[in-house]
């Protein structure tokens, strides 16, 4: 059985997608390519299985929809399946439609899978809009994806689609989290676990998943080739009611300290690999952590890679911070979301307005690059609120406690608590999902969004301050820092013109 995963080219004048990013989705300027970490995982899991697998990513291979089309129809899989995310849903319905017709007029059999948060939030929505055959709902996708075909694997020809059967409860169970087409009914096999055990999944193959493609053009990276890890799905706080990943697959867990020390120390010395960002939602803290350091540093793995990942102010102390650093960690992303408490607490943040300079201080203190996202747009924020977020912001970056950053506007994704608020409170402007995608607000603001828009210019306008631009240069090693800087620099030209061009 033959199985494509894939990316299937996608409109790119606003710049390029980031499916693969777990939480948020956003267009980039400058290409940057983030390792789509569970769906390389399922491949992974059906390639060991014994299926033919075929990774297929055409927005970082650049490949145009016929040369998609071309690769299909060689090809002829039995089963493509394609991560979804809310601003690019309704571009994926015409791929579905097109792969499936494709299908038809050359006469093979074709299942198509969507899987991802905008469908786990709406099913019932991609069925009604095109021809999906399948969607696998929760964060388990690639469990379930491989559930899935080891069934259709044994029951090819199972009448009408009427899995609910004897099957349900044989070896071959489909399990809970599957929508499927049983004539003209949509049915599903009941509401998704995520109870599966994450040390029970193999290593990423980084060559079936083409690791070269993710290993270059991403602006977080300061040492390359870099790659992406997950150590834990997803964040063990998961609350902030903006949060997709989070609270649509509210259940953490991590895998154990030394599972993922084995996968870092497997891909220094197979891949040569100089930097690796931990894509959980956020980094597992206290005991784990303190292991995970030690183990780095017994192992010799500080010396040799760089880590990044996610974090919370706050969670970790100075002496943690530390430790981190001496384990190899540079670059830490804090959400800093606003400067209101008033928001912080609305959002569900639970985190205490000072505790930010004070975490983010202490972390640049022990040497560590924090990278803070900032987000305006919030309705209920006034127009002074959100002037106080971006003095904030700039505070943190000209004392040089918060070492870069990211602006963007809040975006409440179907399924999160938040849209939900918005949509009860008639506080949204639209619902075509293609404008969910950051480049403008959705939410209704108490202020004109041309203005909300200038604030969020306007924090990349520090950039270009000679108190920022002076201390960086006082912070450059060697060639790496130059190189990183010189990429940072692009991309927020790449904002800024992007800005100017849209206002
Ligand atoms: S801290 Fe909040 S925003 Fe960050 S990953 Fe966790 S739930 Fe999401």
């Known amino acids: 059985m033959k199985i494509i995963i894939c990316f ?7 710049g390029y997608p980031t499916l693969g990013q777990n939480r948020q989705f956003q267009y980039f300027k400058e290409p940057t390519y983030i390792y789509p970490v569970v769906p390389a995982t399922a ?57 499936k ?11 198509v899978v969507l899987f991802g948060d905008h469908v786990t939030a709406l099913p019932q929505e991609s069925f009604d809009n095109c021809g999906v055959d399948f969607i ?27 899995f609910n059967g004897p099957v349900m409860t044989g070896p071959y169970r489909l399990e809970p989290g599957i929508w499927y087409r049983a004539g003209n ?13 994450l040390n ?3 290593f990423i193959d980084r060559d079936l998943t083409r ?30 009611t903006f949060c997709g990943w989070t609270t649509i697959y509210p259940h953490y867990r991590a895998r154990g300290v030394k599972n993922v020390l084995n996968e870092i120390e497997y891909l220094v010395n197979n891949y040569k690999i100089k930097e690796i960002m931990d894509d959980s939602g956020t980094f597992p803290v206290g005991e784990w952590l303190n292991n995970f350091c030690r183990g780095m540093i017994e192992r010799g793995l500080n010396k040799k890679v760089t880590l990044d990942c996610n974090m919370r102010f706050g969670a970790v102390d100075r002496p943690g911070y530390e430790l981190m650093r001496k384990a190899g960690f540079r670059f830490l992303l804090f959400g800093l979301e606003s400067a209101s408490q008033q928001t912080l607490d609305r959002i569900n943040k639970n985190l205490k307005a000072e505790t930010i300079v004070s975490s983010c ?41 918060a070492y870069t950053m990211q602006a963007t506007v809040v975006i409440p994704y179907p399924g999160t608590p938040l849209f939900d608020e918005c949509k009860k409170n008639g506080l949204l402007y639209t619902l075509d999902w293609q404008e969910y995608d950051m480049k403008k607000p959705v939410m209704k603001l108490s202020f004109a969004p041309d203005k909300l828009m200038s604030l969020v210019q306007s924090m990349y306008a520090v950039t270009f301050s000679p108190e920022f631009i002076f201390r960086k240069l006082l912070s450059i090693r060697d060639i790496n820092d130059i190189k990183y800087f010189g990429r940072g620099f692009l991309k927020v030209l790449g904002h800024l013109l992007d800005f100017r061009k849209r206002s």
């Open 8 to 14: 299937p080219p996608l409109s790119n004048e606003k």
């Open 43 to 99: 491949a992974t899991m059906l390639a060991k299985r014994g299926f033919d697998v075929v990774w297929l990513d055409c927005i970082s291979q650049n490949l145009s929809s016929d040369k998609f089309r071309d690769i299909i129809r060689k090809e002829k899989p039995d089963l493509v399946a394609l991560e979804t995310k809310t601003p690019v849903i309704k571009q994926e319905w015409r791929v579905v439609d097109d792969l």
């Open 101 to 111: 017709r494709l299908a038809r007029e050359e006469g093979w059999n074709l299942n």
């Open 136 to 162: 696998l709902t929760g964060g388990d996708y690639d469990f379930l994806l491989l559930n899935l075909c080891n069934f259709l694997k044994e029951f090819p020809s199972l009448p009408a689609r009427d």
């Open 185 to 197: 009914e949509i049915k599903n096999t009941g509401t998704f676990k995520l109870d599966h055990d």
């Open 200 to 202: 029970s999944l193999p």
């Open 211 to 240: 690791w070269p493609l993710y290993a270059y053009k991403n602006g977080n990276y300061r040492r390359t080739p870099g790659t992406y890890i997950m150590s834990a799905r997803d964040c063990w706080w998961g609350k902030c």
């Open 361 to 401: 201080r202490a972390a640049r203190a022990a040497g560590l690059y924090p990278h803070i996202t900032l987000m305006f747009g919030y309705p209920w924020e006034s127009y002074e609120d959100a002037e106080k977020t971006l003095q904030l912001g700039k505070y943190l970056l000209k004392k040089d406690y």
